[in-house]
Each structure stands twice: as C-alpha cells, then as structure tokens.
C-alpha cells in the first residue's frame, strides 16, 4: 500500500499523448467534484461538461466517466453528455451516442431497500436511493461506521449481493459491479482497443478500476490523501487533476 507522498506526479499528459494512444477513465466524485456532505449538495461547475467534451476530442473519443452514480444521477448534475461514461459503480455503461454497452443491471429487490431504508431512519443516516444499488450514507455520523457496514455485509450475505464502501458509504450491490468491469468493457470497444488505459480515482472503489488499466499495460493515479495499492502516480487534489487534465 502506497502512501500518497510516496508516489510522484503523473508525467504531462502531452508527453504521454506523444508517445501513443492512451485512454482515459476518470472518477467523478472526489476527483472532478468536491465532495460535499449529502450526495446531492455537491457543486459542479456550468463549465464542466464543455470541458470534458474538449478531452473527448482531444483523446480521440478514448475517454470515459466511471462513476459510483447512477447514471440518471450523473446527468441530472453534469447534464447531458455525448461521452462515454459508466455509472453504479462501472455496471451501466453507455456509449457517446447512448447507445447501451452490456446489460442494465438489475435493481434491488424492494424488501431488501425496505431493510436499508429502516436502518438508515433508526441510525440517524442518509440513505441515497439509486438505480442499481442502496446506499447508507454515515458522513454525518462517522461514530456509525463500524456498525453500518457490518450490517451491510449481513444484508449482502441474506440478498446475494455485495458491499461497496467508499468515503462516508457502504453500498449494497449486485454482484460484478465494479469499476474494472466498466474499464474491461469499453478498452474492448474501438477506439478504446490497443491504446494505454489511464485511471484516475480518489478512492476505494476507483482501485479495481486501476488494476483493470494495469491488465492494459496502463496504470492509476490516486487523488489526494488516501492511501493507494494499485496507483503508480498521484496528483494531490481536485484542482491538481483539473491542471493535469488542462480542464
Ligand atoms: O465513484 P464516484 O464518482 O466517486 O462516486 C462515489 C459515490 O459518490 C457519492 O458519494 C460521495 O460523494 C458525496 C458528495 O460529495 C458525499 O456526500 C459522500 O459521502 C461520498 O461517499 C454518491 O452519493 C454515491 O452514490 C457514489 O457511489
């Protein structure tokens, strides 16, 4: 595990583009937005969506947003993109025209959000309804941490399903959702297929999407202040990314 002093700044983009053909697959919270105390508090910037169009082109549509968001989620703050992009947490994935690559995954079951709803209201937490998923949100209260992802281990176990936790999270899953599954997916996908996969994440679950670039003879960058076993680089904050990426 690599302590983010540990790990040196990514080389320019524009060296690494010299060199080859490289595809980016970039986070969202955390990485291109701050995180902010309720999932729907966050501030994304009007500019933003233009700009990501701008990395599209410049990377020759080998580009996409890979997000623990359901995708709906994703465009009711970004809006409506023309991008690649994979949401709850890799499984949804849609291409630039919206065409769908993979299968929709399946919904929780409405016993199982009942469960997570309940304990959310006894515990004092945020449950975020999504898509694909359920999430308990224990920011607020980070005394429950423990004890909320426990349980959420116990309800994946009972429904069949798996956990994801991230910063403030723990999330319950249809098994296969994870962001390695979005990356394997699209570098199989033109004009993905032969170049360099970069991923750049700030947090857990961004790790399986870096293992999956390694797979490629790519590699991870790690945001900020968390400890990383996949990256090889790390850019120390969201405007650090913005900088790198000439957002
Ligand atoms: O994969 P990401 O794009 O990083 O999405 C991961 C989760 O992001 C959201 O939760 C996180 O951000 C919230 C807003 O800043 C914050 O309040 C929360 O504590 C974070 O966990 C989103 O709500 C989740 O659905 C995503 O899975």
Known sequence: MASPSSLPSPPPLADLLAAGP???????????????PEPGDIHVPDSLADALHRLHERLNGRF????????????????????????????????????RLGDEPEALSADCVSELRAYAEMHDLFYETKSHGGALHFRARPEKARATLDFAHEVAERHDLCVTSGKGVAELVRPGADK????????????????????IGDDTTDEDGM?????????????????????????????????????
């Not at 490289?22 to 902010?36: H, P, Q, W, Y």
């Not at 709850?88 to 919206?98: K, T, V």
């Not at 390695?180 to 991923?199: D, H, K, L, N, Y």
């Not at 490629?216 to 900088?243: M, N, T």
């Open 211 to 247: 293992a999956a670039a390694i797979e490629f003879s790519g590699f991870g960058i790690a945001v900020g202040e968390r400890d990383s076993d996949a990256a090889r680089y790390h850019l120390e904050d969201i405007a650090a990314v913005h900088k790198w990426l000439d957002l």
């Open 64 to 99: 996409a947003l890979v997000t623990g968001r359901a995708l709906d989620d994703l465009a009711s703050h970004l809006g409506e993109v023309t991008l690649c992009r994979a949401g709850s947490h890799g499984a949804s994935r849609l291409l630039p025209d919206g065409s």
């Open 22 to 36: 490289v595809a980016l697959f970039l986070d969202f919270d955390g990485t291109l937005v701050e995180i902010a």
């Open 180 to 199: 390695g599954g979005a990356v394997r997916a699209f570098m199989a996908e033109q004009p993905f297929t032969g170049s360099m996969p970069i991923f």
